[in-house]
């Protein structure tokens, strides 16, 4: 077991509309990272927060906003969905000092936008 | 810039059989290398990853992949396949220097029949 949590598992949004996913990171992990994983295809780096600050971003364009609270978790926005935001959305949590080279990832949210 | 190309989309293998599942990689810096794996429904796993030391690096389960820095690749191997490991399987690389964005390939489906 990872320990990283994802909610929600599943979700149906319309387009155009706005969605928010959250991550519980795993215990001690100062690190999280968002990933988009569209159907056949591997996951895409979206960003990266390091002890509350971003640390990193993919191609990915402004309406994908995000934030790391205090405790370590985070929450992946996406505003005005496109059909093509239809994805499984991955997060990964990392160790407690840049050192670590090991991801954990969670199970993912399941995004369909109609 | 890296990349990672998962030369096949899709391995169909007997059980019992032995199979190697490719990976090539381009990078002008250093890189660390993983083998993730996601089975149906589910996050990404780490498989084994390579960070230094003796190129040959082993599972738990018996897979095995062999970093050979020439040819940049770091293919995946196992000497015989359980149907359990009918998976999706993915090759990913993570700059020595930087933080934990890690770059993946399309993946590889890998099915064992019986």
């Known amino acids: 077991e990872t320990g990283v949590t994802q909610s929600p598992t599943h979700l149906i949004k319309t387009r155009g509309q706005q969605v928010t996913l959250r991550c519980s990171s795993q215990?001690?992990?100062?690190?999280v990272s968002w990933y988009q994983q569209a159907l056949g295809q591997g996951p895409q780096f979206i960003f990266q927060y390091y002890r509350e600050e971003e640390n990193g971003r993919g191609n990915f364009p402004p309406r994908f906003s995000g934030l790391q609270f205090p405790n370590y978790s985070s929450e992946l926005n996406v505003n005005a969905l496109e059909l093509d935001d239809s994805a499984l959305y991955l997060c990964?949590?990392?160790?407690?000092?840049?050192?670590?080279?090991?991801?954990?990832f969670g199970q993912g949210t399941r995004l369909t936008v109609v | 810039a890296q990349s990672v190309t998962q030369l096949d989309s899709q391995v169909p293998v007997f059980e019992e059989a032995p199979v190697e599942l490719r990976c090539n990689y381009s990078s002008s810096v250093s890189v660390y290398l993983f083998w993730y794996v996601q089975y149906p429904n589910q996050g990404l796993q780490l498989l084994l990853k390579y960070l230094s030391g003796s190129t040959l690096v082993e599972s738990i389960n018996g897979f095995e992949a062999e970093f050979n820095k020439s040819q940049t690749s770091f293919h995946l191997r196992k000497p015989s396949v359980h149907i359990s490991d009918t998976a999706e399987y993915f090759c990913?690389?993570?700059?020595?220097?930087?933080?934990?964005?890690?770059?993946f390939g399309s993946g590889t489906r890998l099915l064992v029949r019986p």
């Open positions: 215990s001690g992990h100062n690190t």
């Open positions: 990964a949590s990392s160790g407690t000092d840049r050192g670590s080279t090991e991801a954990f």
């Open positions: 990913a690389v993570r700059r020595m220097d930087s933080s934990y964005k890690l770059i």
